[in-house]
């Protein structure tokens, strides 16, 4: 009867460990299902971000090449190679240094910026290798360098300046503040006369009590929330840190 038992005890076991197994196997392939849910958010708001960069930012993008960004980013492709002083740029993180290059006179920086997003959220998910069956496939270290990447880059694209102390990107600036950065550069006087007669000003299109812009913020937090997800289902939830350790472990800069 003890060894009837026994075996009853260890059979049970047995069946125990292979639903275990059955669902952890069950659960990873349902992350890796999460996973592409999460690039594809990823991808809609990049490219709803690229919308409003180039209309916030007209002379910062190639007219030529914008429909072939777009096509690239909707049918997660890494095809297109951008130049730079006549070479062609390599790595993510080379396109990312020239978005944020100091120099005034860098051309279509709103493409180099979301290029280097687009080529660092496809290597991430490792969308050149197909749809990937469990989390197991993917790399904990990998997408907590994801968060880092996007944390700081959201930062430097609502604070960095060139040399002549204009911002890089125009994103979270009302129009009459855009307007007054360049009058002052161009050296006039600030005083309350000044500000009265700023065009969006005088015509009551803007007032200096107006909110600044949040929608671009916004489209980045998404995009955010959604690696951070990817990464909590890998079992590597990012700690939050502040900007200057952030910024320490991100090559571009």
């Given at each position: 009867m003890f060894r009837l038992c026994i075996l009853a005890l260890f059979l049970l076991s047995?069946?125990?460990?292979?639903?275990?197994?059955?669902?952890?196997?069950?659960?990873?392939?349902?992350?890796?299902t999460s996973l592409h849910y999460d690039y594809k958010k990823i991808i809609?708001?990049?490219?709803?971000?690229?919308?409003?960069?180039?209309?916030?930012n007209p002379s910062g993008y190639s007219k030529e090449?914008?429909?072939?960004?777009?096509?690239?980013?909707?049918t997660s492709k890494n095809t297109i190679r951008m130049k730079f002083n006549g070479v062609?740029?390599?790595?993510?993180?080379?396109?990312?240094?020239?978005?944020?290059?100091?120099?005034?006179?860098?051309?279509?920086?709103?493409?180099?910026?979301?290029l280097g997003l687009y080529k660092l959220i496809w290597e991430s998910y490792k969308v050149g290798e197909g749809h990937q069956i469990t989390t197991?496939?993917?790399?904990?270290?990998?997408?907590?360098?994801?968060?880092y990447y996007l944390e700081v880059i959201k930062w430097k694209v609502k604070t960095a300046k060139d040399k002549?102390?204009?911002?890089?990107?125009?994103?979270?600036?009302?129009?009459?503040?855009?307007?007054?950065?360049?009058?002052?550069?161009?050296?006039?006087?600030?005083?309350?006369?000044?500000?009265?007669?700023?065009s969006t000003i005088r015509n009551h299109k803007?007032?200096?009590l107006d909110p600044s812009n949040f929608n671009f913020e916004i489209i980045l937090s998404q995009i955010i929330f959604h690696a951070k997800n990817s990464a909590r289902l890998i079992g590597k939830e990012p700690v939050d840190i502040g900007i200057d350790a952030m910024i320490s472990l991100v090559l571009f800069l």
């Open positions: 047995g069946c125990t460990n292979t639903n275990q197994e059955k669902i952890g196997e069950v659960l990873q392939s349902h992350g890796a809609e708001n990049l490219i709803a971000y690229k919308e409003k960069l180039d209309l916030r090449s914008q429909n072939y960004i777009f096509n690239e980013m909707r062609y740029l390599k790595t993510y993180d080379d396109y990312l240094r020239i978005a944020f290059d100091k120099n005034s006179n860098v051309p279509d920086r709103n493409d180099f910026l979301i197991l496939a993917y790399d904990q270290e990998v997408f907590k360098k994801l968060y002549n102390d204009n911002y890089l990107f125009l994103t979270w600036q009302n129009n009459w503040q855009v307007e007054w950065n360049n009058k002052i550069h161009a050296g006039e006087q600030p005083s309350w006369e000044m500000i009265q007669n700023l803007e007032s200096i």
